[in-house]
């Protein structure tokens, strides 16, 4: 029986999508729910199953392709029960039998384009990490890997030279190195496309503001330090920076509810809870997963969904309702090394938080200059709807909390 495979139902207001590459050829033999191909859409990458045992038997879109919901892909011809039995018996031969020269040559399973990569450029794949799944080497695996191996005008990877004799130092000033004036030009992922997009309309489409402050980390640092491996024991989670950064802003979001609405044409809507999105990084850009209802959530559930969300991005497994919605967002840019700078809203959200790295600097207290462990705040804005008074008396609630971690117990 012939079946054809195509676009899964796309999320909404999403048009097409992107065809990245073929797991399975024509001719390729494939198992119920194994993966086929994935689709990149401007929010998310949806992975296409295979529907029933059988045979590829055609591809009608190459990787790289636009294709639209419910499109054909490729077909497939299915198996009955007992002929899917007989090759799933010489599957299992076969996959030992791959195993094997697998563990003899240190070869990791290779999609088409990769391999002709590593073909085109002599390169040894065992020699190659692999950040995809299950250690899958990708495409830019392998050009991190020449990037890594090739040094300009010097010998390719995989090919030695003998070394110079050691020359004496010459008198004078040496001569630049080489230089090259190289150019490559690859196509933007669907994701950083619609990033790009979306900042541009951030900026061109709302009235952006940023005020800053600075907070002293010192009482949060040793409230962690003193209670952080009784909280990992209790809870099964680390105690981060960021679970407090978001009880502070919950706190402040309800002092001034303003900050947590926004303009839909000439009207203001205005939330009654806290759906916050965290940034985290992915290997395909920056995603925003949403943690919702955080004015209910204790600091465990938001490191917990912290933590899972961090380890879905790495996987590539942010889904889309982790991304949908959200009325307020935090993004961290000082585990990147950041000192200060002006996040861009994410609309239709109002305003962002941003946090920075954290630095030991001179301040006054009390009279005297001691040194405190200190981050720079900011807070981007619209103001449109926000007014300065407002936008500055949020950060300071945030500042006034994190300084004195106990007004967040006590609802202060």
């Known amino acids: 029986m012939s079946i054809e495979i195509k676009v899964p139902v796309l999320p909404e207001s999403v048009a097409d999508a992107l065809l990245l590459d073929w797991h399975k050829q024509a001719g390729d033999r494939v198992r119920r729910d194994e993966i086929l191909v994935e689709v990149e859409t401007d929010k998310i990458v949806l992975e296409v199953a295979a529907p029933e045992d059988g045979v590829v038997t055609e591809i009608l879109h190459p990787a790289g392709d636009i294709v639209k919901e419910g499109e054909a892909l490729a077909r497939m011809e299915a198996r009955a029960a007992d002929e899917a039995a007989g090759e799933a018996a010489d599957e299992t031969a076969d996959k030992a039998a791959d195993k094997t020269a697998r563990d003899t040559s240190g070869d990791s399973p290779m999609s088409p384009a990769v391999r002709r990569m590593v073909e085109e450029h002599a390169l040894d794949i065992s020699a190659i ?57 690859e196509p933007m992922s669907r994701l950083r496309r619609t990033i790009a997009e979306r900042l541009v309309e ?17 009482p949060v640092m040793d409230l962690r330090a003193k209670y952080r491996d009784a909280f990992e024991q209790t809870h099964g989670s680390r105690l981060g920076f960021m679970s407090f950064f978001v009880k502070a802003s919950v706190a402040a979001l309800h002092r001034f509810p303003m900050v947590n609405a926004y303009i839909d044409g000439a009207d203001i809507v205005r939330h009654n809870y806290c759906d916050i999105g965290i940034a985290v990084s992915s290997p395909r850009g920056l995603v925003v997963p949403i943690l919702r209802n955080c004015e209910g959530l204790s600091f465990a559930g938001i490191e917990a969904q912290i933590r899972e969300f961090g380890e879905r991005a790495g996987d590539g497994k942010i889904s889309l309702d982790d991304l949908a919605g959200g009325t307020f967002t935090i993004t961290n840019g000082g585990v990147f090394g950041s000192l200060l700078s002006t996040p861009i809203v994410n609309p239709p959200q109002s305003a962002i938080l941003g946090m920075h790295k954290i630095e030991q600097r001179p301040v006054a207290e009390d009279g005297r200059v001691v040194v405190r462990p200190m981050m720079y705040v900011a807070l981007s804005y619209d103001h449109r709807i926000i007014d300065g008074r407002e936008a500055v008396g949020f950060l300071v609630a945030v500042k006034d909390m994190l300084e004195d971690p106990a007004r967040m117990l006590l609802q202060l």
């Open 129 to 185: 990490t692999g950040s995809g799944r299950d250690g899958r080497v990708t495409k830019e695996d392998v050009l991190a890997f020449i990037s890594d191996q090739v040094a300009p005008d010097g010998p390719c990877a995989g090919h030695s030279s003998p070394a110079p004799a050691p020359q004496p130092a010459a008198p004078g000033p040496q001569p630049a190195p080489p230089q090259t004036r190289e150019q490559t030009r």
């Open 202 to 218: 951030a900026q061109r489409g709302a009235a952006l503001l940023t005020t800053f402050n600075e907070v002293n980390m010192q």
